[in-house]
């Protein structure tokens, strides 16, 4: 049974009621419906009336919904997150089936409470707002860079007051062919008519341009992390983010104009960076938001610490089997390898972008790179081959033979020339073990610069893809920062997957590291809590010490 203060305590946590005053809280609390579910079962189903708005309060349920005669896990909820609002606020159906799981407490609204609620408190309106254009949103993009068990707890752009600051530009600009069309009407001039035309569709690409601009950025907030994707069809392409467990307190910047409209920065820093969420809608919830699923990622990591904690010292009693890790755990494998034929091999050796032996990850610069290096020598040898043919039937007597010896030794430099190329192409590396990162640039036949950083002095990992070749054919530059210096992999094709795979590396060693160390404490506090344990049943307590020998 949850009483009166343990559900003020609990509403106090959850970003929805940020900012409420206690008095509204308490009769937020009396209206809430507690429900225990003690085994699994459905708690509504898709296309079902929506009557009551959901919190859960601990257990979880899991999301499902019917796909062409098969049923799809859409996400889990955990303590603290809700469901329900979407459907009571467009007075449709359930958009999906909720299944409970068994040990489950909720705590529900009904509707007419949850309508009163959504018109008298402000605050309340804009995030259940905001919460539900994510949703839909959410439903609508698909990001492969997530991790299959991540829960996307916002997803939003930027707010629409930039997007009318950009289209200021084409709707001024709009003046000039109709200023051309007056003129047409005046003059009858086909060249007039012809400008304006020409402006009017350049003027509309404008625009559209912008609001694809606008509609591209995207602020994201999951289970583990805060991400800023930031796109510029054919010209740019970035992502940055920061896990939860690394986020310190959040800041909110606003102007007076932010203010009125409800718009601003929520700056997220880490020990090292910082992202900058600008044009935020709703600032203040999305800061909310991320201070709450902040606390929980630590919350976890410190209950994880507690029950460790409890299984070292039952290991040093005796109660449980011992277990000990001594070294760090390997990284985890993300890609299986397959067995290829002799030419295949042989081929992916030469020009292959990425390769993985052991725990090590090769990447070389895209083959559009390639292509830029290797382009002149390779024309200029075609060119000498078709001289070399134009000569062999052209030409007959000494000059045949002089031009054959002249050609084929141009041949021969036009071949090292483009074989020098190549090497230095393969030659540029960038390798990722599990326990560091290395940029290898070697000149055929000249020096070798080598730098390497250890995956966990890592600070920040982002990404740009600039230019149209660069989205075109995917590729770009990893920006690794260690201290005060910034190593590039220069050029790697899909430069997100590399991000990915160097994130998933460093935070294995980060955590597996902060697992060893952690280890390494709970056996040394166990160690001495036993001890203290097995003497007090072998001397007693102070009291009997005391009863033995008083004074």
């Known amino acids: 049974m949850v009483d009166r203060s343990q559900k003020i305590a609990f509403l106090k946590k959850i970003h929805l009621f940020h900012g409420m005053s206690d008095e509204r809280l308490d009769r937020i609390a009396d209206d809430l419906n507690e429900l225990s579910f003690d085994s699994q079962e459905v708690l509504f189903e898709r296309g079902s009336l929506a009557d009551s708005f959901f919190l859960i309060y601990a257990g979880g349920v899991t999301v499902k919904r019917s796909d062409s005669g098969k049923e799809v896990i859409l996400g889990k909820l955990f303590p603290g997150d809700y469901f329900g609002e979407e459907a009571l606020l467009s007075g449709g159906k359930r958009s999906a089936t909720i299944e409970v799981n068994e040990g489950t407490v909720l705590l529900a609204l009904n509707k007419e409470t949850f309508a009163n609620l959504y018109k008298t408190v402000p605050n309340l309106r804009s995030t259940l707002r905001l919460v539900v254009r994510s949703r839909q949103l959410n439903r609508k993009l698909h990001f492969n860079w997530l991790e299959k068990d991540e829960v996307v707890y916002l997803l939003t752009s930027k707010h629409q007051i930039l997007l009318y600051q950009n289209m200021i530009g084409p709707i001024l600009a709009f003046l000039l062919p109709l200023m051309l069309t007056i003129l047409y009407l005046a003059t009858e001039s086909i060249v007039m008519l012809t400008l304006a035309v020409l ?24 289970n583990r992390r805060v991400v800023w994707v930031e796109k510029v069809i054919g010209l740019y392409d970035s992502r940055q983010e920061a896990p939860l467990i690394m986020v310190l307190p959040v800041a909110v ?11 601003g920065d929520v700056i997220i820093r880490t020990y090292t960076s910082r992202i900058v969420f600008h044009y935020t809608p709703s600032p203040s919830q999305v800061a909310a938001m991320v201070e709450e699923y902040r606390g929980r990622a630590q919350a976890v990591v410190k209950e994880a610490e507690v029950d460790a904690m409890k299984g070292a010292i039952r290991r040093k009693l005796g109660l449980e089997k011992p277990e000990q890790q001594d070294e760090l755990p390997p990284a985890p494998i993300l890609n299986p390898k397959v067995k290829a034929s002799l030419p295949r091999v042989l081929l992916t050796r030469l020009v292959q972008l990425r390769t993985e032996e052991g ?9 559009y790179v390639l292509f830029q290096q290797t382009w002149k020598p390779f024309m200029f040898i075609i060119i000498d081959l078709i001289l070399m043919g134009i000569n062999n039937f052209g030409y007959s007597g000494h000059s045949k033979v002089t031009y054959a010896i002249v050609l084929f030794t141009v041949f021969i430099i036009l071949a090292l020339w483009f074989i020098y190329e190549l090497v230095d192409w393969r030659n540029d590396r960038f390798e990722v073990t599990s326990e560091q990162i290395v940029d290898l640039d070697k000149k055929p036949l000249g020096t070798e610069d080598r730098k390497s950083a250890k995956l966990e002095d890592i600070l920040t990992v982002e990404y740009k893809r600039i230019g149209v070749s660069g989205v075109m054919f995917n590729y770009g530059t990893v920006y690794i920062t260690v201290g005060t210096t ?15 795979e160097i994130e998933q590396r460093r935070n294995a060693r980060i955590l597996g590291k902060h697992e060893l160390e952690a280890s390494q404490e709970r056996e040394r506090m166990a160690e001495w809590l036993a001890t203290y344990h097995r003497s007090t049943k072998e001397f007693g307590s102070f009291d009997d010490f005391n009863e033995q020998n008083p004074e």
């Open 199 to 222: 402006l009017l569709l350049a003027d509309i690409l404008w625009g559209v341009w912008n609001y694809i601009d606008w509609s591209n950025d995207y602020y994201i907030i999951t």
């Open 253 to 263: 910047a606003t102007g007076q104009l932010g203010r009125i409209l409800d718009f």
């Open 359 to 367: 725990d090590t990850i090769t990447y070389r610069r895209h083959w």
């Open 486 to 500: 910034v190593f590039t992999f220069d050029d790697v094709h899909d430069p997100a997957a590399v991000q990915q």
